[in-house]
């Protein structure tokens, strides 16, 4: 399409000729776009910290000495069925007897001492990984109601539940503020963009009465505003990208050892396509939706 | 094609046109004269629909001008062409882009704007101020740069509002046997002047105006008010 190519090609124009004007728009929309891009990090850092600590989290099983094999096998299989269990692993007697001497094998007053016992002290236990931190409550209490409990001597649980409770809470009221502010920014990043695109449309109000007057349709004179805020939104876009490149390689280099297993150099630019594509669309959104309201009241036609 | 029936024109209490009617029939060639402040500007406006009439009606191959709305008044304006008295030209554009514009906003492709803006310059003595801006050029080249872009839409009738007047004789004489021309083949042409050599050299009908009404309207008529 001819008209859609020009229409772009004037509102370029138009944003490269007021670029100066343009400046606080692509200021302000960085910074929405860079608060933005700090929740996506907050988001995918604390995910991945959070997945990590629910890994650990396990429930332990002590069995008496004298249960059967028979047994533990079918309270396996009643734990395995349960959707909220994702693993079980059976540790025998024999085997935590072995975990034990390879762990102690430079200490030799204990494995003398071990030696001199006629019998395996050690318990068999069945080590329990719940999906999720707060589904291992209803684990235990499955243990604790189960038919056959006699052959359990002991329920213990890692205390990571509480540590996870308190950082999602954290986080989720971090995310909270910052959401607020995110939209209280897209509110002012509105506004600056309406009055941006209000005052490109007050300079050039002869020139546009004059193009009505030859004979340009609505669209061809509205078009170019739309352009031009959508390229507010794409500039911008593109900087609080890169200035989150930046930002983040920085930090990275300090915290490395802070969040282990949590690369966000690597999210951040791993992420690329995504990132982009999800600050570009909110610019361009916004970029376009002030200068929409902006046509619609002073560009009368 | 184009008519007015006892159309006025009344700005605050002040009466620019009064009950003015008349006809322009296809391919016809009409000029407007009248002293300063007579309302010639006015009813080019009007027509451009760039007024309303406060009273009246005026109608293009009959259609009622104020039935227009959104797109066909933008495809109405394209099938006229106007020569501005002021000559209306965008600023920011230079002289070749001012005649294009034209033509973009009147959805022509790229060869056709290739082919006819630098050709249309050529006609009206422009060829070499292609890349000038309007506030380089004189009040005459202006004039001719509002006419190329009429000319450019290749329109069903010309509105030219003293097109010659900032003109020498020479360039003056060239516009209207360019004029001439164009009618020719078959553009109508209302041409609003006070140049009474030239009314008289075209000895084309003549619509007289004073103070907003018409006074004389006369086919092969002479510039006397
Ligand atoms: N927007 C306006 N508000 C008030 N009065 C106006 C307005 N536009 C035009 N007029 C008045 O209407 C009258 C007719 O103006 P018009 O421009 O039609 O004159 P004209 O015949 O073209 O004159 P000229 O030969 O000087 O160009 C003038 O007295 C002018 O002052
Ligand atoms: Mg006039």
């Known amino acids: ?21 343009s400046t606080a728009t692509i200021s302000i929309m960085t910074l929405a776009l860079s608060v933005v891009s700090g929740l996506l990090l907050l988001h995918n850092i604390t995910g991945t910290f959070v997945r990590d600590l629910e890994q650990k989290i396990d429930v332990s099983v002590y069995l008496k000495q004298e249960t059967e094999e028979s047994k533990v096998k ?45 019998q395996n002290p050690f318990q068999g236990s069945l080590n ?37 409770k308190k950082l999602t809470a954290i986080t989720s009221s971090i995310q909270k503020i910052g959401l607020f502010f995110a939209a209280l ?11 941006t695109i209000r005052l490109v449309i007050y300079n050039y109000r002869d020139e546009i009465s004059i193009m009505k007057l030859v004979g340009a349709g609505d669209w061809f004179i509205r078009g170019p505003f739309i352009v031009a805020g959508s390229l507010y939104g794409v500039f911008s876009a593109i900087l609080a990208w890169v200035a989150f490149f930046f930002i983040v390689w920085v930090i990275s280099q300090k915290t490395g050892a802070l969040f282990p297993g949590t690369d ?18 909110l610019g361009v959104g916004l970029g376009v939706l002030s200068s929409f309201i902006a046509i619609r009241r002073y560009l009368k036609v | 094609m184009l008519s007015f029936h006892s159309v006025s024109k009344i700005y605050g209490n ?49 259609s009622d001008l104020m039935s227009l709305k959104g797109k066909n008044v933008a495809s109405y304006r394209r099938r006229i062409g106007t ?50 801006f309007p506030q380089e050029l004189s009040g005459g080249e202006k004039q001719r740069v509002s006419l190329a872009r009429a000319l450019v839409q290749r329109p069903e009738v010309i509105l030219a509002d003293e097109p010659t007047g900032n003109l020498d004789p020479i360039h003056t004489w060239e516009i209207m046997k360019l004029l001439l021309k164009i009618n020719e083949f078959g553009t109508a042409i209302v041409l609003a002047t006070h140049d009474k050599e030239v009314v008289d050299f075209l000895k084309r009908r003549v619509i007289t105006l004073e103070n907003g009404k018409v006074v004389r309207d006369e086919e092969k008529g002479i510039y006397r008010l």
Do not use: C
């Not at chain 1, 399409?1 to 004007?21: D, T």
């Not at chain 1, 038919?147 to 540590?163: F, H, L, P, S």
């Not at chain 2, 005649?99 to 050709?119: K, W």
């Open chain 1, 128 to 164: 329990i990984k719940a999906q999720k931190a707060s589904q291992f409550e209803a684990i235990v209490s499955f243990l604790e109601g189960y038919a056959g409990k006699e052959i359990i001597e002991k329920v213990n649980y890692r205390e990571n539940e509480t540590v996870i």
């Open chain 1, 74 to 118: 079918e309270l396996t299989a009643a734990l395995k069925s349960r959707a909220d269990v994702m693993e079980v692993e059976y540790v025998s007697r024999d085997q935590a007897l072995e975990i034990f001497k390879n762990r102690h094998k430079d200490n030799e007053l204990l494995i003398t001492s071990l030696k001199e016992l006629d």
């Open chain 2, 83 to 132: 020569v501005f008295q002021d000559f209306r030209l965008l600023p920011s554009k230079n002289v070749y882009e001012n005649v294009a514009f034209a033509m973009e906003a009147g959805g022509r492709s790229e060869e056709e704007i290739v082919r006819d803006v630098p050709q249309v310059l050529e006609i009206v003595d422009l060829g070499k101020k292609a890349a000038n």
């Open chain 1, 1 to 21: 399409m001819n008209n859609f190519r020009r229409i772009f090609k004037y509102g370029w124009l138009g944003f490269s000729r007021n670029i100066w004007i």
């Open chain 1, 264 to 281: 966000i150099l690597a999210y951040w630019s791993g992420n690329f396509f995504w990132t982009i594509f999800l600050l570009v669309s």
């Open chain 1, 185 to 195: 920014l897209s509110l002012v990043v509105i506004l600056v963009t309406f009055n």
């Open chain 2, 14 to 62: 002040y009466v620019a046109l009064d009950g003015v009617s008349f006809r322009v029939a296809e391919h016809e060639f009409v000029s407007i004269v009248g002293r300063s402040g007579a309302g010639k500007s006015t009813i080019v406006k009007l027509v451009l629909r760039e007024e309303e009439p406060t009273r009246g009606k005026i109608s293009f191959k009959g």
